[in-house]
């Protein structure tokens, strides 16, 4: 037992260098991370959204959404041509960020709504903590009545807005560009109007960005969508193992089309028993008023009942409760893959019962940075002198007091350093410095499976049960073999097939 301050020093020095032996190895991004038991073999009917889940797009999207963003806040709104200087930058935004929308301040927000000390962005710089601390009354919590609605959107009151599209990442770096350029100058704005002006959730915004981008990934379909090949090998792998697939996406049928015969070939739709566009999602998961319209051949719309859902066609908008009348379709059988936590799966997981599949991309970087040896040990290191705090803290003489504080302020610069292998303005978006992240809470909420890309399924069987990490609750003693025995594979046939394309 460790009783002074000295004999834990040379404790710390001596033993914490022991990084469980193989742990950085486990994880490889196409690995598919359980929250929940799920057994594919049960899975007959597969399910997925489109952008950003069957179509993967390049980030050379985001530029031209943050220039032609940048261009209407300028053409159309009259804000000063000085923001033209500011020009797109790449990391600086994360999925899941919050913004107070009268502040004009983005910021991280933990599963417990307190906002991470150092992740605070007034324009494109950090607000000191003080500062916040000021700001919020004394406290980094925000209350859950000011949070943006279930969908993320902004209803009468609240005052703080969360950013959970893939889309948004160049809106975020646009209200952070135009802050800081009303700021530096010194210019008097109201950043409420703002927000207002830039949010491209605004009705004008949306349409016409949307409008843009479907035209620029038409026109260059090599350059902005990825891995369509991967997406191709998975749709003949579940279809040729006699499973059903279904599409339902918000997108019109012009698009997907162009696209999917890129990815797929023009033959696309024999994989599909149903596909449905211009769906209006998240509404179609929770409203039944919308009646499925069907698409003639020319793309127009038709004015029959529908009475089935039939292969080969194309249906328009609809509703979930509809879709599970007419195809029977329910529980735990379907599994839907959707980039976007509420409006694709938040529903389905509460209400409806089937199981859900997420889309992450960003867990390619960030399972990267938690394999390097610099992650681990800062890690190992963090968690060690935590634990030796823990215990410190009783001692009351005045060497160990003074040995805890020079800990605590290790334990700080520790906590920036691995933060900034991330993102140097926000971290990870899984975590703050202890916490889960708002975001990552919903995530374990919402989804039952996650995974990079969709292209992760061809590491696994489809009779293949993923098993979650049984993780210790914080009443439970911590049983490590427990912790490295389930929910740690390695991605389970992505070795063989390496060799084989090796070969
Ligand atoms: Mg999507």
Redesign the pocket.
């Given at each position: 037992r460790l009783k002074t301050a000295v004999e834990m020093t040379s404790f710390l020095s001596a033993e914490v260098h022991v990084i469980p032996p193989g742990a950085c190895n486990l994880l490889n991004s196409s690995t598919i991370y359980a929250n929940n038991e799920v057994n594919l073999a049960e899975v007959d009917i597969y399910g997925f959204?489109?952008?950003?889940?069957l179509a993967l797009y390049s980030n050379a999207l985001n530029t031209m959404i943050y220039n032609t963003a940048r261009g209407f806040l300028i053409e159309h709104f009259k804000y000063p041509e000085g923001i033209c200087k500011y020009d797109y930058i790449p990391n600086f935004a994360a999925r899941g960020l919050h913004y107070d929308i009268q502040k004009g301040l983005l910021m991280k927000i933990d599963a417990f709504h307190y906002i991470q000390p150092g992740t605070v962005y007034r324009g494109l710089n950090p607000v000191p903590d003080e500062e916040v601390l000021q700001l919020y009354g004394g406290t980094y919590h925000v209350p859950l009545q000011q949070d943006s609605g279930f969908y993320g959107k902004v209803k009468g009151g609240p005052k703080v807005k969360q950013f959970m599209?893939?889309f948004s990442i160049p809106e975020m770096t646009l209200l952070a560009a135009a802050n800081d350029f009303f700021i530096t100058n010194d210019i008097e704005y109201d950043p409420v109007h703002l927000f207002k002006d830039v949010s491209v959730s605004e009705a004008i915004g949306m349409v016409h960005l949307k409008g843009y981008m479907y035209k620029w990934v038409m026109e260059d379909l090599d350059k902005f969508i990825l891995r369509g090949e991967e997406t191709d090998a998975v749709l003949h792998r579940l279809v040729s193992q006699g499973k059903k697939l279904f599409l339902i996406?918000?997108s019109p049928f012009s698009f997907v089309d162009k696209g999917m015969t890129h990815m797929v070939g023009k033959n696309w739709r024999d994989f599909f028993d149903v596909v449905i566009v211009q769906a209006d999602k998240p509404h179609f998961f929770t409203d039944c008023i919308k009646p499925f319209r069907r698409l003639d051949g020319n793309g127009d719309l038709r004015w029959e009942r529908i009475q089935s859902l039939e292969k080969g066609q194309i249906y328009k908008q609809g509703n979930l409760f509809d879709f599970l009348r007419l195809t029977g379709w329910r529980g735990s059988k379907v599994l839907y893959f959707?980039?976007?936590l509420y409006?694709?799966l938040a529903d389905l997981m509460l209400r409806h019962g089937w199981r859900t599949a997420a889309?992450v991309p960003e867990l390619e970087q960030e399972t990267k940075v938690v394999c390097t040896d610099r992650y681990a040990l800062n890690l190992t290191w963090l968690q060690a002198l935590t634990g030796l705090m823990e215990r410190l803290q009783t001692h009351r003489d005045p060497e160990s007091k003074q040995v805890f504080q020079e800990w605590q302020s290790e334990r700080e610069e520790l906590r920036v350093m691995t933060k900034n292998l991330f993102n140097p303005q926000f971290g990870s978006i899984f975590r703050t410095c202890h916490n889960p992240t708002y975001f990552s809470r919903r995530l374990c909420r919402f989804s039952d499976l996650y995974m990079t890309s969709l292209s992760c399924l061809l590491n696994y069987d489809l009779s293949y049960t993923f098993y979650p990490r049984r993780t210790p609750l914080q009443h439970e003693a911590p049983l490590w073999m427990d912790q490295l025995c389930t929910g740690c594979m390695k991605t389970p046939y992505l070795e063989e097939i390496q060799a084989e394309s090796d070969i």
């Open positions: 959204d489109y952008d950003y889940t599209d893939i996406t918000n959707g980039d976007h409006s694709d889309i």
